[in-house]
Nanobody, 131 residues
């Protein structure tokens, strides 16, 4: 079992930035691919980014949905191997959603894995973009 906890959400003005964290307890995340997803009220869940598992390597694959490419950056904390970040810049009101991370040993091989069924999920953190 992998227990994931997201943090870093909040209220931010349009054009602002946030860094979301996805942390695991009791395990490291380098053996898992990590995905970030978001769900706005009344909308389906959208996969926004994922990073492949590392297993000691640093040549990760990263993928982004078209809606966030160029504004969002996913990364691993190579020192704290139990944390993955999502840096989100140039926030727009349309980015308002609950952001969740998920882990899976096998996914993030292609960008289409953003629409796959991931094994382990966190509870999410709210991001609200408003002036």
């Amino acid at each position: 079992q992998v227990h994931l906890v997201e943090s870093g959400g909040g209220l931010v003005q349009p054009g602002g930035s946030l860094r979301l964290s996805c942390a695991a307890s009791g395990t490291t995340l380098d053996r898992f691919a990590i995905g970030w997803f978001r769900q706005a009220p009344g909308k389906e869940r959208e996969g926004v980014s994922c990073i492949s598992s590392s297993d000691g390597r640093t040549d990760y694959r990263t993928y982004y949905s078209d809606s966030v490419k160029g504004r969002f950056t996913i990364s691993r904390d190579n020192a704290k191997k139990n944390t993955v970040y999502l840096q989100i810049n140039s926030l727009e009101p349309e980015d308002t959603a609950v952001y969740s991370c998920a882990a899976d040993r096998l996914l993030c091989i292609t960008k289409y894995d953003l629409g796959a069924e991931w094994d382990y999920w966190g509870q999410g953190t709210q991001v609200t973009v408003s002036s």
